[in-house]
């Protein structure tokens, strides 16, 4: 492998070492760096173009990327864009536009300047509201990166009960951050609810919703025709089984959540009511 592509592998930057330990010489390296392709970061440190700002500037501060700013590392969910760079830096000394986390405690990421995950989280948990946290515990959760008890081992006493109650939030399964951030809305609000359940002749739904109600969360997927049809016909097959159907999306449940809630709790009460149509429909046939 060129060295050029091997700096693109690891999202061009590389220690020295790293570079020695590839099997790339210290004679191509200089080339390398004499010919224009890879620069000197600054000592022991060597960079591509195009390599990526965040990395960079954690090897510029001899730092780690942690909390939010290390989480696409990862896979994990987020909600919002942070301007700030999230580091654990050695110095702990204060830099413009560095949000600083304290001390990795366990094993980082293999070749990126990237805490390892466990850090990652339990920076976010005490530094992220409540929200944005627990989106990104659950994506770990979700792919089997490590599970609720351990971090909840690792927040220990009465100070950390805070924390501990985001972790409790945690589902066995979440398909997507809107599953987690309705679920723990809908809970709130004092409803019942019931996740990823096999409702006869419609198929698995997102929630269940004091088991009359199915809520349905949709990405972007569920905008392509053949989706849309699909639903359609499962709200048809949910309203013959004598359930109702809702449909939310992600501005609906990110951004306007107490909306979607009351509107799902309007719903229930018009139920409860028997406002769903004045007449009783009764299969025969017509009148004479």
């Not at 001390?103 to 995950?117: K, M, R, S, T």
């Not at 929630?207 to 109600?213: K, N, P």
């Given at each position: 492998?060129?060295?050029?592509d ?30 224009g392709?890879?620069a000197?970061?600054?000592?022991g ?8 700002p965040?990395v960079?500037?954690?090897f ?41 986390h304290?001390?990795?405690i366990?094993?980082?990421h ?6 390892g ?33 351990f971090?909840?081992s ?12 985001i972790?409790d ?21 004092g ?5 990823h ?29 053949k ?5 359609h016909?499962r ?11 809702l ?7 990110v951004?306007?959540?107490q ?11 018009n ?7 004045p ?5 025969g046939p017509?009148?004479?």
């Amino acid at each position: 492998m060129d060295i050029v592509d091997f700096l693109r592998s690891r999202h061009g930057v590389a220690t020295t070492k790293t570079l020695y330990t590839a099997g790339f010489s210290r004679r191509a390296l200089a080339k390398a760096v004499g010919s224009g392709r890879v620069a000197r970061l600054h000592r022991g440190v060597y960079v591509s173009k195009g390599a990526d700002p965040d990395v960079v500037a954690a090897f510029r501060a001899n730092g780690k990327l942690t909390c939010v700013s290390a989480a696409r590392f990862y896979g994990l969910w987020t909600l919002h864009d942070v301007a700030d760079l999230h580091l654990s830096c050695g110095t702990g000394l204060a830099r413009r536009r560095i949000v600083h986390h304290g001390q990795c405690i366990h094993p980082d990421h293999p070749y990126l300047p990237v805490a390892g995950v466990a850090d990652v989280l339990l920076h976010a948990l005490r530094c992220r509201p409540e929200l944005e946290a627990l989106v990104m515990v659950q994506a770990a959760v979700s792919q089997a990166l490590l599970g609720p008890d351990f971090l909840r081992s690792k927040l220990p006493g009465n100070r950390n009960g805070r924390l501990r109650a985001i972790v409790d939030l945690v589902l066995p399964r979440a398909d997507s951050l809107l599953e987690v951030l309705a679920h723990t809305h809908f809970t709130r609000a004092g409803l019942e609810v019931q996740m990823h359940v096999d409702v006869p002749g419609v198929g698995e739904v997102d929630c269940l919703i004091e088991d009359c109600l199915i809520v349905e969360l949709d990405g972007e997927t569920h905008f392509e025709a053949k989706q849309v049809k699909k639903d359609h016909y499962r709200d048809n097959a949910s309203i013959r089984g004598g359930r109702l159907s809702l449909h939310y999306y992600y501005a609906d449940v990110v951004y306007h959540p107490q909306r979607m809630v009351d509107e799902v709790l309007e719903v229930l009460a018009n139920r409860e009511a028997g406002r769903f149509g004045p007449f009783r429909y009764i299969a025969g046939p017509p009148p004479s």
